[in-house]
């Protein structure tokens, strides 16, 4: 059954808009033109009056300023280069994820190494990789098995990566953190 009320979910995201013209506040502003000239302090009216001449905007950069710091533009074309070079930052951020690698105490040789080989390709991509062992019932009484297997993968690993955090035990498990080197082939 759907719902009676015809309200629109409230957007919780905040954009944070520049005023424009009629909507500056402040009681003098200094003014910087569209050709990057200093136009001095003055009234937003006056200021508004000078831009409307020139079929542009007035639009406040520096709101925090004393006093705050407005400049005649095109408003349209200042929002699409403000939005690309948001875009821009955005895509310029690299994140890093952590993957993580499942190993046994009494692994195979071959395992080991096919496991090596998935953590090399996740190390390539700049991507952390923890490696836990966990310890199934009496296991746990041998965790310098689990602790020699964590060194030995890290060892396989110490061209490409550099360990992060030294095994640890962390309830029924183990695990170690090893971070691509930097410099490391991509």
């Known amino acids: ?37 200093q136009l001095g302090i003055m009234r937003p009216e006056d200021a508004l009056n000078i831009a409307r ?3 542009l905007d007035l639009v406040e950069v520096a709101p925090d300023a004393d006093p705050p710091v407005c400049r005649i533009l095109n408003y349209g074309k200042y929002r699409y280069e403000q939005e690309k070079r948001d875009k821009e930052r955005r895509k310029a951020q690299k994140t890093t994820e952590v993957k993580e690698i499942r190993l046994k105490p009494n692994m195979a040789g071959h395992d080991i190494d096919y496991r090596v080989r998935h953590a090399e390709e996740f190390l390539n ?7 836990t062992v966990r310890f199934y019932g009496r296991q746990i009484v041998h965790t310098s098995l689990g602790s020699g297997l964590l060194n030995q993968f890290a060892s396989k690993l110490d061209e490409i990566a550099v360990v992060e955090t030294p095994p640890r035990m962390d309830g029924r498990q183990m695990s170690i953190l090893l971070a691509p080197k930097t410099g490391a082939p991509a």
């Open 53 to 55: 001449e020139r079929s």
């Open 125 to 131: 991509e700049g991507n952390k990789v923890r490696a």
């Open 1 to 37: 059954m759907r719902s009676r009320s015809s309200r629109r979910p409230v957007s919780t995201r905040k954009e944070a808009r520049s005023r424009t013209n009629e909507a500056i506040r402040a009681p003098e502003v200094r003014v910087i033109a569209d050709d990057g000239e």
